[in-house]
């Protein structure tokens, strides 16, 4: 079964063509710059990451996402280089769509409902859910007979109990604004949580686990027995932990403060929270590596001081949710840029928790791999995880799992 899983920006569309038989990838790409009437560009891979790989580079401009997919078609099903003869050897498309709204907990099938869904839940992800709805309007014309399904990145926080998703704001204006906490990088959290359970030969619905998704954006998930039961994102994913150039949680009564002082809107406070904060507003840089540089070689103090509210940060997160699980966790799953590859943040963060079960073996920690590993000691109550997250993949497995159930139903 193949199945191509398509993430719709708004001027970018990346894609991948997925073998079901063993996950392998048979091609992907990225379309950038897309409504440029000047120019854009197409870099498109046949065998990704394998001895096999093909990279083909193409520039010319992409009026809309149909142009820009109707190249896409071009190249899979191309004479020579093509993956595929025709589009119907695609079994079912999966489209990343950010927010599926107040009422939405699972990914669905596309359909008018489902359509209607993505589009009132415009004005709660204004930037990514209508180039999203554009991408699966695209492909229903140009993927006849194909089926689409919208996996929703707010499914996994859609799991939550009423007390973890219920700000304690007035309850009438929560449900006129459709105010909750939604949570965000799900599918990477639900990908993390399955890949997690079967590391730890354990069944999901006994597994206990706390996702660290560490990277430009960052959030953590809570998972008890397979279930999503608490996560650092809210109603955007500017709540939570401090990140690369958004703020995470602050005091709220900031907000206003800076408006009167400063005399600016609240769209203006929120580009300063979303795009001038984080590290970028402590240290001038976005990247850790950047700010490990200035910390460690230059003894940067603004460095240094941003490496520790970043670890610090990270480290009240884990905690909270260690004890919402009552100190039952099977594992903590580091992910991501910085969870995947920095190994200081890491140790950093589980620094001194032998206490509570969490031994860090260092040397296992410092090895760098690309593999899913245990960097724990043997003795560990509480296992430590690296498993690089597949969003694409874990896109592609919940399309196929929600196209076997509307065909038994
Ligand atoms: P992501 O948003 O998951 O792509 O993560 C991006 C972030 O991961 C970057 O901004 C870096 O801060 C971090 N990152 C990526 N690679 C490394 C690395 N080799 N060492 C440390 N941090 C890294």
Do not use: W
């Amino acid at each position: 079964m193949k199945i191509l899983v398509l993430n719709a920006g708004s001027s970018s569309c990346k894609y991948k063509l997925f073998n079901m038989d063993d996950h392998s990838v048979l091609c992907q790409g990225l379309v950038e710059r897309i409504g440029d009437p000047t120019t854009g560009c197409l870099t498109h891979k046949i065998a990704p990451d394998t001895a096999k790989e093909e990279k083909i580079s193409l520039e010319e401009p992409f009026k809309d996402h149909a142009v820009a997919l109707n190249k896409v078609i071009e190249l899979l099903t191309d004479a020579k280089k093509g993956v595929i003869k025709d589009t119907k050897e695609i079994s079912v498309i999966g489209h990343r769509v950010l927010h599926g709204g107040y009422y939405q907990t699972q990914p669905a099938l596309v359909d008018e409902a489902c359509k209607k869904t993505i589009r009132d839940a415009f004005p709660l992800g204004p930037l990514h859910n209508p180039p999203n709805y554009t991408g699966i309007e695209v492909a229903e014309k140009l993927f006849p007979g194909v089926p689409n399904v919208a996996v929703f990145d707010t499914a996994f926080g859609m799991q939550m109990p009423e007390e973890a998703y219920t700000y304690a704001l007035p309850k009438d204006l929560c449900k006129e604004l459709q105010i909750r906490r939604y949570g965000f990088h799900g599918t990477s959290h639900t990908y993390l949580t399955h890949r997690g359970a079967a590391f730890m030969h354990k069944p999901l619905e006994e597994f206990n686990c706390i996702t660290l998704h560490l990277g430009n954006g960052s959030s953590l998930g809570c998972v008890k027995n397979g279930k999503c039961i608490d996560t650092s994102m809210g109603l955007t994913p500017l709540e939570g932990v401090v990140m690369g150039t958004r703020c995470g949680s602050i005091d709220p009564a900031i907000v206003p403060y800076i408006m009167d002082q400063k005399g600016l809107s609240a769209k203006e406070v929120d580009t300063i929270m979303n795009k001038k904060s984080g590290l970028l507003g402590l240290c001038g840089q976005t990247d850790l590596r950047d700010m490990h540089r200035l910390a460690d070689q230059e003894n940067n103090a603004d460095a240094i001081l941003a490496r520790k509210i970043l670890i610090r940060s990270f480290k009240k997160q884990l905690g909270s949710f260690f004890f919402l699980l009552e100190g039952h966790v099977d594992c903590l799953i580091f992910s991501a840029g910085i969870g995947e590859n920095d190994a200081k943040v890491r140790a950093g963060v589980v620094a001194g928790l032998e206490s509570v079960g969490i031994c860090l073996d260092k040397a296992k920690n410092e090895t760098r791999s690309g593999d899913e590993r245990d960097i724990s000691t043997a003795d560990s109550r509480v296992k430590v995880l690296v498993i690089p997250t597949n969003e694409e993949l874990q896109i592609a497995l919940t399309a196929q799992d929600v196209l076997a159930k509307s065909k038994k139903a």
